[in-house]
C-alpha cells in the first residue's frame, strides 16, 4: 500500500539543539513532497515543498528539507530549534502512483524545551 | 487571497443524531475540495475528494457522506452518527499547483 513513513512519534530537544525529522516514502517515480506543520490551536499550514530543481529546498521560519531520491526520503532540518517550534510536523507525498492525492505520514510532534 | 472557512468549529452530538459540517473556499474558483479526518498519531486519512460541482470520490467506505452544491462549497453529512465518527475533521482545497490548503477544522465528539 502507499505509505509515508516518519520515523519518530515524540521528539523532545532543547532550545539551539539541531532538529532533523525522518521522512520516506513508499513509491518512486514523479513526485511532489510537503512538510506541513500544525501549532497548538492553529491550522495545518505549509512549511516547505519539492517539485522539481534544487532536492534541497527552504522553506519558512529557518526550515529546509532534502530530497534524496535514491533513498526515498525528504527529512526536515532545522540548525537551531526555538521553543515556538514547538508543534506536529507531518510529511506528505503526492504523484501518479499514489493516485494524485496527498498521502500524509502519521505525524511527529516535537517539543522545545525553553 | 484564498481563505477557506469551516464550521461549526466544535461540535457535540448523541448517537444516531444527523451531521452537517459545511466548508467554503473564497478567493479561487473551481477548486479541488477535500475531507479529512485527523486522528492522534495517525495523520490525516483523506475521507472524500472533488474536483467539480457533484464530481465527489470516496476513498473510505464509512458512515459519512459528501456533497458540493456550489463550485466553493463542500459538505460533510451523516444520517446517523457513530460513536467511531468522533474526530478532527480537516477541509483543504487546492488549485492548479498540487499543494493543499486547510481549513481551521472541526471537533465533532458524538456521545
Known amino acids: 500500500a502507499q505509505s509515508v513513513s516518519q520515523h519518530n512519534h515524540h521528539v523532545i530537544l532543547s532550545e539551539a539543539a539541531s532538529l532533523e525529522l525522518g521522512c520516506n516514502y513508499s513509491y518512486g517515480g514523479t513526485v511532489n513532497l510537503f512538510w506541513y506543520v500544525q501549532y497548538p490551536g492553529q491550522h495545518l499550514q505549509l512549511l516547505l515543498k519539492y517539485f522539481s530543481g534544487d532536492p534541497l529546498v527552504k522553506g519558512i521560519k529557518g526550515f529546509e528539507a532534502e530530497f534524496i531520491k535514491s533513498k526515498f526520503s525528504f527529512n526536515l532540518r532545522k540548525p537551531s530549534v526555538q521553543w515556538s517550534d514547538t508543534a506536529e510536523y507531518f510529511c506528505a507525498v503526492n504523484g501518479p502512483r499514489y493516485g494524485n492525492k496527498l498521502v500524509f505520514g502519521a505525524g511527529t510532534i516535537l517539543r522545545v524545551k525553553s | ?111
Not at chain 2, 444527523?18 to 475540495?33: A, D, F, I, Q
Not at chain 2, 475531507?35 to 495523520?43: D, I, K, P, V
Open chain 2, 1 to 111: 487571497s484564498q481563505t477557506i472557512h469551516q464550521w461549526p468549529a466544535t461540535l457535540v452530538q448523541p448517537v444516531g443524531s444527523p451531521l452537517s459540517l459545511e466548508c467554503t473556499v473564497e478567493g479561487t474558483s473551481n477548486p479541488n475540495l477535500y475531507w479529512y479526518r485527523q486522528a492522534a498519531g495517525r495523520g490525516l486519512q483523506l475521507l472524500f475528494y472533488s474536483i467539480g460541482i457533484d464530481q465527489i470520490s470516496s476513498e473510505v467506505p464509512q458512515n459519512l457522506s459528501a456533497s458540493r452544491p456550489q463550485d466553493r462549497q463542500f459538505i460533510l453529512s451523516s444520517k446517523k452518527l457513530l460513536l467511531s465518527d468522533s474526530g478532527f475533521y480537516l477541509c483543504a482545497w487546492s488549485g492548479q499547483t498540487y499543494e493543499q490548503y486547510f481549513g481551521p477544522g472541526t471537533r465533532l465528539t458524538v456521545t
